[in-house]
């Protein structure tokens, strides 16, 4: 069990400033995160593209504002618990007691909810009949490739994991690589070496068809696929691999008890704290009138959550607001000298 | 202003006036007409706001797709070759009396 100030439900932009805010103040935090990496949307959707409304930065990428949260953060040495997911949620005298998918404990009187827009889940077949396959023979992601040797594989998609996992298991595999569309939009090269693939007939590449049906006996043993004009082709398939990207899912927030509006949780604009009293939304996954979706929107909310989260971690001290460039405090707690 | 009408999955039609400048997608979401998320507000990076143009006429007339439309697409709950993402469609008032149809699902 580890005893905390806050525990930050997500490390995008919005959760890390909110982190930096808490450790100006002197809290301590501990922050959760469904992805493998630190960054949120701004590292998993658009890492490269640049973006022109964060306030005194004309211009940085996401993986460039990410570091420098990041960096930002450095002197407060918080810890991360990246690849894992809140789950459970509980309160026992006025603290929350907090459980996580890969089974770690916090006690924390403040819950920070950063989430974005839920937890990125890898986007899946439509069909059905895929479903009792799942995690057997229908796979979104690989973790032992050895699985596929000599065996038949297809593959659907038409981005970076769809076209590297076919010419990676090309070497041993028998790879159909299955595609909406004529254009793929993975890297200059690997397109190039796909086609060269084709052409060779190392792998079978089939465009313009999606998936229809995968059939089997127990076993998976075909997957059948269909064009837009309905034509279909039956392959002969030991695995399926799926790669459409990654989506957002709420997850279990939607569980916590917490006043939803579609996707979002309304907040007060005051501290943004929800209806549930020590548990905060700031970000794009919070609501209120006159909400922007913006980075710079998530650090303001931020801020004033880092001071909602104080009166319940500190209820025997009295908040004092103080300046950065002035306070001999926080430039303690930053590691600074002058 | 542009009258456009959008028809979920299950057949259900829902109408609405859109201002001149905003997004098929934000017409639908400003008037809370189901069948369209848009989770990622508008950005291009989520296509769960994706919709089908059946008619083959309006498909030719709508603004060229830019870059990265279809790469989102392809992510998209069954695309097809008719499929737009709504959030790149801007009102004007040639738009007036566009019909956008609804996948099953955005996800």
């Known amino acids: 069990m580890i005893k905390t100030d806050v525990v930050i439900i997500g490390a995008g932009p919005t959760g890390l400033f909110c982190a930096h805010q808490l450790g100006i103040i002197g809290l301590k935090c501990e922050i959760v995160d469904n992805l493998d990496k630190i960054g949120g949307q701004c590292i998993e959707l658009y890492p490269d593209k640049p973006i022109y409304d964060i306030p005194a930065v004309p211009k940085c990428t996401g993986e460039e504002l990410t570091n420098n949260l990041i960096e930002q953060i450095k002197p407060f040495n918080f810890n991360f618990h990246l690849s894992d997911r809140v789950q459970e949620l509980k309160n026992e005298n006025n603290k929350w007691l907090v459980k996580t998918l890969n089974g770690k404990e916090f006690e924390t009187p403040n819950i920070v909810i950063a989430g974005g827009v839920g937890s990125f889940e890898p986007r899946k077949f439509p069909t059905k009949s895929a479903e009792k396959y799942d995690g057997k023979s229908v796979l979104y992601s690989i973790k032992d490739k050895t699985i596929f040797r000599d065996k038949s594989v297809v593959i659907f998609g038409g981005g970076d994991s769809a076209l590297d996992w076919a010419i990676e298991l090309s070497n041993s595999s028998k790879v159909t690589l299955v595609h909406r569309r004529d254009e793929f939009r993975g890297a200059p090269a690997s397109v190039q070496k796909i086609k060269e693939l084709s052409d060779n007939k190392t792998i079978d590449l089939i465009t313009k068809y999606s998936i229809k049906d995968v059939k089997g006996n127990g076993s998976l043993e075909s997957v059948e696929i269909k064009s837009e004009s309905g034509e279909s082709k039956v392959i002969k398939a030991d695995y399926v691999l799926g790669f459409f990207g990654l989506i957002m899912q709420l997850g279990p927030i939607a569980e916590w008890g917490l006043n939803l509006d579609k996707k979002t949780i309304p907040v007060n604009t005051e501290n943004f704290e929800t209806n549930k009293k020590g548990i905060f939304a700031i970000g794009d996954i919070c609501t209120y009138p006159g909400k922007l979706k913006l980075i710079l929107s998530g650090f303001h909310e931020g801020a004033l959550a880092a001071r909602g989260c104080f009166k319940y971690a500190r209820p025997d001290e009295k908040y004092r607001f103080e300046f950065t460039t002035a306070s001999s405090t926080i430039k303690d707690r930053l590691g600074v000298k002058e | ?107």
């Open chain 2, 1 to 107: 202003m542009a009258k456009i009408k959008y028809i979920e999955f299950n057949g259900t039609e829902h109408e609405a006036d859109v201002a001149n400048g905003l997004s098929v997608m934000e017409g639908a979401i400003q008037n809370d007409i189901p069948g369209i998320d848009a989770d990622c507000g508008g950005g291009m990076s989520c296509a769960t706001c994706h919709v089908y143009i059946n008619d083959d006429e309006w498909f030719k007339k709508l603004p060229e797709k830019e870059m990265g439309e279809d790469d989102m697409l392809d992510q998209a709950f069954e695309p097809k070759s008719n499929s737009r993402l709504s959030c790149q469609l801007i009102i004007s008032d040639d738009l007036d009396g566009l019909t956008v149809h609804m996948p099953e699902k955005q996800v």
